[in-house]
């Protein structure tokens, strides 16, 4: 069970250390948890990991394919690996070793890519994964998360380490809103719906949940009742919340800091076109690449904002059949 | 335990894998028939003499590993663990048929014995290192053997893990390089040349040797040296043919996946049942 936060302030926990302190919990509790990171120690927030576990955490340098393999060596042999990499790299630069080494051997392997979208911020287009997500997608049998907060993140670490796969989380390596109460409990593969409404529902993960409460707000001011859903699983996505939302709600917003092709926007219309289609408006990425900017500038640049998700909702409620 | 093999016994144990692994291509009508018959003498060796294994329990936690990251090559390991015992050997007819265990690439969900799926080049290296590493914090002695084509060392990933394996002193892994000069397109030193593959390997930080790759008591003696190295990964380069003893398939090039027919196989079988034959006999 999880309890939102009556209002969405900065957490003062960042998420990389909310990662960490998840791992140091499980490795403590599970000797067959280890870590892997490529060059980026001092970036990811593990090196208290590191240093606490040295004969258990592994920097295997600038090799990221060499990595998720090693991981998938370690996994066959019954240990429980966790990757770390900026997000460009733990899809693209990677997707064969995800897919053959882990994913079709049937292996355990958890993996880790920060900076998503525009949190890349200053290292731009070249670090900037729009499209992280669509790229594993594709991969039968994948887990993708992009979890929400800190508190949500650590919670994530510890059922990753109960449950057999391979899993890839999508997370923000700096600050991030604070969206439940310590304590919280979530289940993988099933949205928790924030707030109840009744004229659209509105769905988004990562940074764009604090957006789309925002824009939950400035319909509420117009007398517009918006639902909205942390989708923070991309796959297996929820179709059976997505079907009754359509039924309840009649049209959707979703919102990502992704390209909207292949991802949170697909899965859901996905779902939504098998069980009960509904008008779908897509706030994401429009097929673009990244930029340097900062974050607030970038939200504006690819239109990633609670604005564009009021008028998504407005857009998607007219196109309602009467 | 019982005594080891010795280099006239393993030689015939090879012969018998590799009459065995032209059957089961016999069945398939065609396949990576060069890559198989070059590395038979490293699997004799390995399953028959050095590796610790128990066919009957092939999960058994504490066996040594073997990664053929040169997944192609997956007829001949199968034809071995059919011999040493994992599954009946009339199981071997499956090759490639619809809903086989015996898939063209190794897949360790579905054949017995099979410690890794493999079959996209270059990333069984970083498997194996990675079982070894495993090993290590178990505080086991088990071994992590792997096996890599020649053209395989064109995929970066190779040198990655070549690396790290030094890096971290990986001294329970053993890397053989199946160096039979050719790649898919044809000859290696035609389509990218390599140069000294134990040159680049000892640049690294491993400890190398160089076999003849058809002599099993030299592969034999060459895993041992390198079961007692401290502190380095080894690597045992082998001077092979590809196509070895096959008589459609050796001094072809290329013949790295080949059909033949009826007649062509049945030459084959017959003139490694000849060699068989003389090698019981004591030649």
Known sequence: MFTVKDSFETSRTLMRDACCQGLLDAAEKNP??????????????????????????????????NMIGIAAGLSAAGKIPFTHTFGCFASRRVCDQIMISCAYAHLNVKMIGSDPGVT????????????????LRAIPEITLIEPSDPVMMRWLIGQLVEQY????????????????????????????????GSDVTLFASGIMVEEAMKAATLLHAEGISARVVDMFTWKPIDAELVARCARETGCFVTAENHNVLGGLGSAIAEAA????????????????FGQVGSVSFLKEEYGLTALEIFDAAKRSIARKRG | MAAKPNAEQLHSIAEGIRLVTLQTFAGAGSGHVGGSMSIIETLAVLYASEMRVNPEDPDWKERDRLVLSK???GPALYATLALRGYFPKEMLSELNQNGTHLPSHCD???????????????????????????ARLDGSDRMTYLIIGDGEC????IWEGAMFAAHHRLDNLICFVDNNKQQLDGFITDVLDLGDIGAKFAAFGWHVQNVNGHDCGAI????????????????????????????????????????????????????????????????
């Not at chain 1, 067959?32 to 090196?47: E, P």
């Not at chain 1, 076109?273 to 673009?288: H, T």
């Open chain 2, 220 to 283: 034999q003696t060459a895993v041992n040296v390198a079961k007692n190295q401290k502190g380095k990964p080894s690597v045992i380069v082998l001077d092979t043919e590809k196509g070895h003893g096959c008589t459609f398939s050796e001094g072809v090039c290329p013949n790295h996946h080949q059909s033949f027919t009826p007649m062509e196989m049945e030459e084959a079988i017959e003139n490694v049942k000849k060699r068989l034959i003389a090698a019981r006999e004591g030649r």
């Open chain 1, 273 to 288: 076109v098998q069980s009960v289609p509904v008008p779908i408006e897509m706030v994401g990425v429009k097929d673009r």
């Open chain 1, 32 to 65: 067959d948890v280890v870590v892997l990171d490529a060059d980026l120690v001092n970036s990811s927030g593990l090196k208290p990991f590191f240093k606490h576990y040295p004969d258990r955490a592994f920097d295997c340098g600038v090799a990221e394919a």
């Open chain 1, 165 to 196: 796969g391979v899993y890839y989380i999508r997370m923000v390596r700096k600050e991030a809103a604070s969206v439940y109460e310590e304590g919280s409990t979530f289940e993988i593969g099933k949205g928790n719906v924030l707030q109840d």
């Open chain 2, 71 to 73: 997944g192609h090559a």
């Open chain 2, 154 to 157: 064109d995929e970066g990933q």
């Open chain 2, 108 to 134: 360790r969900m579905k054949t017995p014995g099979v410690d890794m799926t493999t079959g996209s080049l270059g990333q069984g290296i970083s498997a194996a290192i990675g079982m070894a590493l495993a």
């Open chain 1, 120 to 135: 890349a911020s200053k290292n731009g287009g070249t670090h900037m994964p729009f499209e992280d997500m669509a790229v």
